[in-house]
């Protein structure tokens, strides 16, 4: 078992028992996602990856492995975590790679992906000349943005980096690129999106690149596809898979993150203090927004919080803040049907995801320690943080 994984040894807990804060993964929950995923895979032959940006939870590989047919990676340190704890198809993608990552990349990878034609050029040699056979791919960006109001999540919007535009590989081509060692497309453009923006996507990138994907292997639909969240259109994802499939004779790969780890997570909290302040009460919380739930503050949204409602919905309403002097580090208000006293504990939900991955020690805030929840609602510690984790990353 790896060094960093840490069972302790009270096991068998139940959640309000835990040290706070306290990350806790649900298996349970994201069983329930992986049966949904492997489903898929199995009606459609599509092979799903593990995209680790948004959940990088290895203690779970072994199980995720179990369901999934590999992982993706944003870069060597995502692909190393996947080849040390999962060991099956590991992809990955970065903007741009570093001749020195490369020379990892082709002993631990088994698809890589260029974001341009010069950075496949650049690597071009590193990848014929590597032990095994890697397959190449190329990200291209069909231009099509299906998602409003969310410009910085929109690999489609004009001046994006994301992706070849078709007339930026037409300009390459006409120069005298061979495109013959390239076995497939990627494509990554959603957002927690449901079905139809993919069929959107589809129909773009079709009328864009349907002509060079026939001579492909295969093709990657990237993330964003919301396929466990409850209300998915499950079936029109399974007809898109298929027609490009069948149509163009490709291997379909989709790497979704989010959808793996939905609502599969909490974070557990207590009340350390209660304020007033202009007739609001204020708790102050042993978590912080800005460290332990950053993308609250940076998507910005409101994460649902167990037994609660919206402002003024129940008797007791209350602003949720944080153990940090940011004074903009405010989760959000929400009420309650009880008063809230010093020493309760609150859970929200929905924190596997964007959350250990992006967590901080902004203040000197404790990280929160990470639990898992099995099927019978028993937890059981596996990683305590301490100061040394605060001080090993400054100098
Ligand atoms: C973020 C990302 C994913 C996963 O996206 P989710 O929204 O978590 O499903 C997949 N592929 C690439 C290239 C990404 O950048």
């Known amino acids: 078992m790896s060094q960093y994984i840490w069972i302790s040894p009270e096991a068998g807990m139940k959640i309000n028992e835990l040290r706070t804060p306290c990350y806790v993964i649900d298996e349970g929950k994201l069983t329930e996602n992986l049966l949904i995923l492997n489903g898929v895979m199995q009606r459609t032959g599509a092979r799903i990856l593990l995209a680790q940006k948004a959940f990088s939870a290895f203690y779970e590989y072994p199980l995720i492995g179990r369901y999934l047919s590999g992982t993706t990676a944003s870069g060597l340190f995502e692909a190393r975590l996947a080849h040390e704890e999962m060991g099956k198809e590991n992809h990955v993608f970065c903007p741009a790679f570093l001749p020195q990552e490369m020379d990892e990349l082709v002993e631990i990878c088994d698809h890589i992906v260029f974001n341009s034609v010069s950075q496949y050029l650049l690597h071009r040699d590193k990848i014929e000349k590597a032990d095994k056979k890697i397959s190449v791919g190329l990200r291209i960006n069909p231009e099509c943005s299906t998602q409003e109001g969310h410009e910085i999540y929109d690999p489609c919007a004009p001046g994006s980096r994301l ?233």
Request: charged share 30%.
């Open 163 to 395: 992706g070849i535009t078709r007339e930026a590989l037409d300009k390459a081509i006409k120069n005298g690129l061979d495109l013959s060692r390239i076995e497939g497309f990627h494509f990554h453009t959603l957002c927690e999106q449901d079905s139809d923006a993919l069929e959107t996507t589809l129909a773009a990138v079709e009328e864009k690149f349907g002509d060079l994907l026939y001579g492909l292997k295969w093709l990657n639909m990237g993330g964003g596809h919301h396929i466990t969240r409850a209300d998915y259109d499950i079936e029109r994802l399974e007809k898109c898979i298929m027609h490009m499939r069948d149509k163009y004779d490709l291997e379909i790969y989709l790497e979704p993150g989010e959808a793996v780890a939905l609502d599969a997570g909490y974070l557990e909290t207590t009340v350390l203090d209660i304020v007033e302040n202009n007739g609001i009460k204020i708790l102050i919380l042993d978590t912080s927004a800005a460290c332990h739930m950053p993308d609250v503050l940076e998507m910005p949204y409101r994460p649902p919080l167990m037994d609660s409602g919206e402002p003024g919905e129940k008797k007791y309403t209350y602003r949720l803040s944080s153990c940090t002097c940011l004074a903009g580090d405010v989760i959000g208000d929400y009420s309650f049907d009880r008063e809230i006293k010093t020493g309760d504990r609150l859970c929200f939900c929905d924190m596997a995801i964007y959350s250990m991955v992006k967590n901080n020690t902004f203040n000197g805030m404790p990280l929160p320690d990470i639990a898992v929840m099995d099927e019978n609602n028993d937890c059981k510690v596996i990683r305590r943080f301490e100061y040394e984790d605060f001080k090993c990353r400054l100098s």
